[in-house]
C-alpha cells in the first residue's frame, strides 16, 4: 500500500499556478531587465506598441507608461471590474536609452480604450 503525500501535490499546484500567472504578465519582466542601458525608445515600441501615455518629469528624462488592468472578464453579470490596474513606467535618459523601470499602481486611471471621457 503507498501513502499519499498531499503535501507535495500541493506544492506541483501551486508552482504550476505561479508559473501560469507570471506568463500572463502584459510584459516580460525579463524583457525589460534585459533591455535596461541599451534598449532605445525605438526599440521599446517596436517590441511592445506605443505608450499609452508619455510623461515629461522635467530632468531631461522621458517616462512611458503601460497598463496592465488584468482580466476583462466580466463573468455572469457582464460587469467587468476595472479595481486593479498596474503601471509598468520605463524610463527614458536624454539619449532615448531605456536607464530603468519599476511598476506601481495607477496614479492616473486611463480610461478603457474606445470609452469616452465622463461629461462634466
Known amino acids: ?20 500567472l507570471a506568463s500572463c504578465a502584459p510584459y516580460s519582466l525579463g524583457y525589460l531587465d534585459h533591455a535596461v542601458d541599451h534598449a532605445t525608445q525605438e526599440d521599446i515600441a517596436k517590441d511592445m506598441g506605443p505608450p499609452p ?26 460587469y467587468a471590474r476595472q479595481a486593479y490596474c498596474r503601471e509598468f513606467v520605463l524610463i527614458f535618459d536624454k539619449d532615448k536609452i531605456l536607464r530603468t523601470w ?8 486611463v480610461p478603457p480604450p474606445n470609452v469616452p471621457p465622463a461629461s462634466p
Open 53 to 78: 501615455t508619455v510623461r515629461r518629469p522635467g530632468n531631461g528624462s522621458v517616462e512611458w507608461v503601460y497598463y496592465d488592468r488584468g482580466s476583462s472578464v466580466g463573468g455572469y453579470t457582464g
Open 1 to 20: 500500500m503507498t501513502t499519499r503525500r498531499p503535501g507535495r501535490r500541493a506544492w506541483r499546484g501551486a508552482l504550476v499556478l505561479t508559473i501560469g
Open 102 to 109: 519599476r511598476t506601481q499602481d495607477c496614479h492616473d486611471p
